[in-house]
């Protein structure tokens, strides 16, 4: 069964910045590319950052280009989510997702961050 | 950016059709393939892939969802609705980056 499970969300201060991390199980981590989205309040998704599945080729929103960095280890199936220079518009709950046929096919449950003074 | 256009919401009586619509501002096929996609998201919940490709249907998705449509105009269609069927449907685009989503079609009883 695919699985994955994000964490390091929490109540950060403008400006701040964040990791998060999603351990992934289920299936050949080091085989797939995978994506951030995020969902703000209330709103809808937004497709954020996506990295090969060698991390050869790393693409990204221009709301968070220069800001975020997506990485993944391989060899611990687990992808990352680096957010520098935080504001309150980057507040959203932030799902990883598994990327098949360029299609989002597996969703983690999600991890909420929280920008705020 | 191409964006992805639904109505915000439709009302539909259980066992009835249910049609929702996505219009593209950019032709999404290449090659004979439907760069679109749906996707169910129920309150609280993580959103699910039901169609992928048009009118794939995802795996373990009952065959009452199905996807048609290509260029810029793309349907989902839920024949007949059931109760657990209430949620939000997002249609997505994977011709271009970045990826873009529809803003959501809220599917509520009648």
């Known amino acids: 069964e695919v699985q994955l499970v994000e964490s390091g969300g929490g109540l950060v201060k403008p400006g701040s910045s964040l990791k998060l991390s999603c351990v992934a199980s289920g299936f050949t981590f080091s085989s797939y590319g995978m994506h951030w989205i995020r969902q703000a309040p209330k709103k809808g998704l937004e497709w954020i950052a996506l990295?090969?599945?060698?991390?050869?080729?790393?693409y990204y929103a221009d709301s968070v280009k220069g800001r975020f960095t997506i990485s993944r280890d391989n060899s611990k199936n687990t992808l990352y989510l680096e957010m520098n220079s935080l504001r309150s518009e980057d507040t959203a709950m932030y799902y990883c997702?598994?990327?098949?046929?360029?299609?989002?096919?597996?969703w983690g449950q999600g991890v909420m961050v929280t920008v705020s003074s | 950016d191409i964006v992805l256009t639904q109505s915000p919401a439709l009302a539909v009586s259980l066992e009835q059709r249910a049609t929702i619509s996505c219009k593209t501002s950019?032709?999404?096929?290449?090659?004979?393939?439907?760069?679109m996609h749906w996707y169910q998201q129920k309150p609280g919940q993580q959103p699910k892939l039901l169609i992928y490709e048009g009118s794939n249907l995802a795996s373990g998705i009952p065959a009452r969802f199905s996807g048609s449509g290509s260029g810029t105009d793309f349907t989902l269609t839920i024949d007949p609705v059931e109760a657990d069927d209430i949620a939000t449907y997002y249609c997505?685009?994977?011709?271009?980056?970045?990826?873009?989503f529809g803003g959501g079609t809220k599917l509520e009883l009648k």
């Open positions: 990295i090969y599945y060698d991390s050869s080729n790393k």
């Open positions: 950019q032709n999404v096929d290449n090659y004979g393939i439907s760069y």
């Open positions: 997505q685009q994977s011709k271009d980056y970045p990826r873009t």
């Open positions: 997702a598994k990327g098949l046929r360029r299609v989002f096919d597996y």
